[in-house]
């Protein structure tokens, strides 16, 4: 699949073509006629006064929209206007997009200052480059890459700056690439840059079998006598336990388990819960250790958006002392990947940890892993097995992949209050960039 992306990619402007594979000269031959003829019948069928009306039509393209914020049927796949890659962008036909917990929340409105609905959500995708814009260097079209893009990834092209763009190996496949970008580079940051990792130290990674939680398991392993201490849901354990020290039932209380096989804690605690595990993360902590938040799956407990979940998580979020955390050594920090990337000016920091990244990659040490593809059409399907915590590693929408017929019937436009809806996005779109989450 791999080399047949990369043979497309090299066909001249940058427009995919199907390639064809002889294994005689009568093959080639008879090819050869059909080409031919099937040129004549495009000539033959084009108007006189316009020469491009056998071209098909590139205006438009498919995404999933988010029509308003709530349930599963807040999304549809539409149809919406191609964009074209501003001064320093690059346009990208997309072969994979990341799905993550994050856009979970961003579809329930369970976070600070959402964008305006309708629009497309996804932050991540991986494909090739179709077209650039001006002052853009370092890429060409045909280039297999991935990218960071501010919303708008659940499409099958998006233009992102230049910065936000990376080129990836030969040998990795589109949905690997979609599932590396975000959570290789947060397991990263987080565990080098942050909290310092270094040999001998142990770790505590809350839903080790998620696609962070798999990231941060491989990147452990990279360091000599690490130790991981994980939870998740019994049914992921046997797929997962060989990644992880010592794992534990994420619906107990891991604090007593962990002080019996450590009981001065633990160096680096790295918690997407939120809620009560931040006060038992401060707890596990050893002198000179770092706690780093970097998420709050525990506000999410149904289809839509819970004040009395939001309102009990925060609740119980412990309130930190200064004087306790000097007096105790202790470090708490948080980390916002997207954050960093688009509000903060931390393109330079990101880039140097994909290189450091790509690096281990390519000598085989840490490869991401893939839980399962999705068409466009089954969004609301793969959203919901995120929702269950069903997933093992990273769940991808496949952009090229047709959709289970059964799965499509809902996700699909069809109304023409959809139609409506989708035009006065059009409209609003060219007025300004979509707002990164505040």
Partial sequence: MVRQEQQRAQSPGGIPQTVRLFTSPSDMAKEGTEIAEETEQMIDQKEPDNPVSAVVDSKEMRAVLLTGFGGLNKLKVTKKPMPEPQEGEVKIRVKACGLNFLDLMVRQGNIDNPPKTPFVPGFECSGIVESVGENTEGFEIGDRVMAFVNYSAWAEVVCTPLDFVYKIPDDMTFPEAAAFSMNFVAAYMMLFEVANLREGMSVLVH????????????????????????????????????SVTHLFDRNIDCVPEVKKISPDGVDIVLDCLCGENTGKGLSLLKPMGTYILYGSSNMVTGETKSFFSFAKSWWQVEKVNPIKLYEENKVIAGFSLLNLLFKQGGCSQVKTAVQKLLSLYNQKRIKPVVDSLWALEEVKEAMQRIHDRGNIGKLILDVEKSPTPLMANDSTETSEAGEEEEEQEGDNENKERMPFIQ
Avoid: R
């Fill in 207 to 242: 839903s080790a079998g998620g696609a962070v939680g798999q990231a941060v398991t491989q990147l452990c392993s990279t360091v000599p006598n690490v130790t991981v201490f994980g939870t998740a849901s019994p049914f992921k354990h046997e797929a997962i336990q060989h």
